[in-house]
């Protein structure tokens, strides 16, 4: 980040090895005339494909898009850019998103993996369940209430009068909330079939300005009981659903694919977090 004259320069890096970078980028684009419709302090916002660790170095957030994971992490691996994700993600903290195979990478456990075939960056205490409902075929749209949208862009993006119609494509799923633990989640490295992010220690100075904190559920794919309508209210109780969107401190997940709707709301969302974060930081 810069700023000359009031305006301030944020970029925002798209990791772009494997997969829907491109349409991130778009959204990203679109989220940003959005924003500026609203902007007090005017920003100049740079939208970025990253792949080396100096385009990595020059940026104040990062998405890490849906594809497939395991060539994401092999080809993150033979770029040596694994340890400099990591470092932006879980050191320095800087606001990161992952959707789908993104959120997978993100995940500090994930299952359904051979064992060394991939890894992960980490930075949020979750394990994932990989692949949760099936291969290519078996991938569906769903109407999403996302009460997190409801104060975004100033008047807010009320999903439960027009819901985020997302798009589940081979996804994973939150399985299961990990303790937020210094180091690393021990006890899932004995769990079969299921590999874990190394540990790093947060950076002292960026410790103080942030809380790294619990896990908090984002958003739920209703179960198969509510999504059959069962007028039973005790049903759908039982049946709170899936969790497919997680936030923790800078780090935010998403099963489904936003960039492939063309409904910015999310991006929009998202970018106001940034911003938050870039004013939070502490000065070098
Ligand atoms: N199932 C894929 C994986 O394991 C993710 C699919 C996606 O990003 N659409 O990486």
Do not use: Y
């Not at 080809?75 to 050191?91: G, I, Y």
């Not at 997978?104 to 369940?129: F, H, M, P, W, Y």
């Not at 800078?250 to 940034?274: A, M, Y």
């Amino acid at each position: 980040m810069g700023s000359t004259e009031g305006v301030m320069d944020i970029t925002v890096g798209v990791l772009a090895l494997q997969g829907a970078f491109n349409e991130h980028v778009q959204l990203l684009r679109q989220a940003a005339r959005m924003l500026s419709a609203k902007d007090i302090v005017e920003k100049n916002w740079i939208f970025k494909e990253v792949r080396t660790e100096s385009e990595l170095k020059s940026c104040d957030a990062l998405i890490l898009p849906g594809g497939e994971s395991t060539t994401i992490s092999l080809v993150a691996q033979r770029s040596n850019m694994l340890e400099p994700l990591r470092d932006f993600v879980k050191v320095t903290r800087k606001p990161t998103w992952g959707t789908c195979a993104g959120l997978i990478l993100l995940a500090e456990s994930a299952n359904r993996t051979k064992r060394g075939g991939q890894e992960l960056i980490g930075g949020l205490d979750v394990r994932v369940n990989r692949n949760h409902f099936g291969r290519q075929i078996e991938s569906f749209e769903a109407d999403l209430n996302l009460p997190f949208l409801k104060n975004a862009n100033g008047q807010g993006f009320d999903t439960t009068q027009s819901p985020f119609r997302a798009i589940f494509i081979r996804a994973p799923i939150v399985e299961k909330l990990l303790p937020n633990v210094a180091g690393e989640q021990e006890g899932e490295a004995k769990v079969d079939d299921t590999v874990i992010a190394p540990s790093r220690a947060i950076d002292p100075n960026v410790a103080r300005a942030i809380n790294v904190g619990e896990v908090e559920i984002m958003g739920t794919l209703p179960g198969r009981a509510a999504a059959l309508k069962v007028d039973d209210s005790r049903k759908l109780d039982a049946e709170a659903g899936d969790i497919i969107a997680v936030r923790q401190a800078n780090v935010f997940g998403t099963s489904f694919h936003p960039e492939l709707t063309g409904d910015p709301r999310i991006h929009v969302w998202w970018l106001e977090q940034v911003v938050e974060a870039v004013n939070r930081r502490p000065n070098p």
